[in-house]
């Protein structure tokens, strides 16, 4: 990865610099152009003055125009307009080198063009340029100390000796050196100081990418954990399936950010795939119609309700068992997740995206949980129901049980059983009595006598675990004010306990009624057992159940088999 990102800062740094170039380039052309301008008007008036000057007035004007169409047509490779300025520098050079010699301005030239090349061209370029300076001015020194340049000079007090042009070119070379590998030495820092600032801004852009996308990814876990969490939280907290499937697909489509989830159930018979919640309003019109699909025939859930293993279509329109639903024409990608108990499919996980590719394996193991979570929640809803139902069923049994046992005790005794403290219940108030037996609710009223006395009455009805099976009754005169709630309260208290106490006396006497049953009928059947003789053994059963049955006649007769079959 780290060569990588060199390659990469290379490739940039070479794409910088070679736009800096041509930046400079034009900078510099433009600025030549405008400087130059003086001199060239110049040389053309000296020219005019002396005629002897043409030729070399001509040249640098030539050599002006050509800048100035460098300058213009910034089209033209960077590097030929590069190479056309030093070259035409260069015959400049040679020019003024020929015309002043050591007393000119020529060994500038020849010094400044290869610091020009290696800036605006590269190094190679540059060092091309320091040995063609240096060959010019070898070229020069040699034909000055021939004599052949007398002529040329116009400052005719130049020295032609080979020992000058040697003393004077050596600091023109060691300059010259010195400055290119200055420069060469700079640049090479220059470069590598800019690659590793740029390979180390790389690598901090990529390790804050990479730490953007974990910070994602890591976010994108918590929201999946949270929605599991909750979806966990709901199933434990409610027992409606239809209630905890609606929460469910809402809250994967706000979590998840999905176009549609919807939940299937299979019917009874296992043939189709109901459609029970869904979170898109396509699914909403889809539950409207009580869609279903044919188990493991039509479509991607028909085939996981099959198959019971999950299935994600990323791209549908190759998907073979894909079912184009016009309720959903926007899916672009799906996922079904079979809901399993112990191994037996009971629905399926519906989620569509309007994006290909939308899933990824953070997405499927996280609704995977959810699924597996939700199915054991719709189980043990289904459980609780028919636990539910079970109870209800029991709690009428255990009514209709206490009732008639409690009916069996009273009819047992000659009247109602009724215990009075005082004066005897009038029959003013003997109604609330029945009313409170009618609908088993506290009843209070104030009953006028003919002057101007009254009374309060209180009726509290008793109860065995909301079952009344009798009333409490009180009165006391208006003076003292009516009844208050926390009398009431008390009363309610005292009479709940009353029922309890009276349900333990009942069992208690039905126990010991029990008993007594068992312990005589033990009884009979010892003493019938003692005889070896059948008349004996009659006789014996006889008196034993006339005396414990309180009977005044007792038959027993012994039918023959004959008799019994005609």
Known sequence: MRRGITQEIVIELISELHAWRIRALNVLLTITVIAVAPAIVLVIVEATRNPDQWPAALVFLAIYLFIVGLAVFRHIDPRLRAWGMLLLGYVAGVLAFARGGLAGDGRVYLLVLPILALVLVGMRSGLIMAILSLLTYAVFAITAHLGLMKGWLVHLDNPLALADWIFAGVPFTVVLVTVMTLLWLFNRFQIRTLQAARRTAAELSQAHTRLAARSEELARRARHLEATARVAREAAAIHDVDELLNTTVHLISDRFGFYHAGVFLLDDAGEYAVLRAASSEGGQRMLERGHRLKVGEVGIVGWVAGAGEPRVALDVGEDAVFFDNPDLPRTRSEMALPLKVRDRVIGVLDVQSTEEAAFTEEDVTALQMMADQLAVAIENARLFAVTQASLQELNALYRQYTTQ???????????????????????????????????????????????????????????????????????????????????????????????????????????????????????????????????????????????VLRAAQVSVYLTPAEEETA
């Open 405 to 547: 046992a409690w009916e069996r005790f009273t009819a047992e005794r000659p009247q109602t059983v009724r215990y009075m403290l005082g004066t005897p219940a009038a029959e003013v108030w003997r109604s609330c009595f029945e009313r409170v037996r009618a609908n088993g609710e506290p009843v209070t009223s104030l009953e006028r006598g003919n002057g101007n006395e009254g009374q309060y009455t209180l009726a509290i009805p008793v109860r065995l675990r909301g079952i009344p099976i009798g009333v409490l009754g009180f009165r006391r005169p208006a003076e003292r004010g009516a009844w208050q709630p926390h009398e009431l309260a008390m009363v309610e208290a005292v009479a709940e306990r009353l029922g309890l106490a009276l349900e333990n006396v009942r069992l208690l006497e039905e126990a010991q009624r029990r008993a007594h049953a068992e312990r005589l009928t033990t009884e009979v059947t010892a003493r019938i057992r003692t005889p070896m003789d059948v008349d004996t053994i009659l006789q014996t059963a006889v008196k034993e159940l006339g005396q």
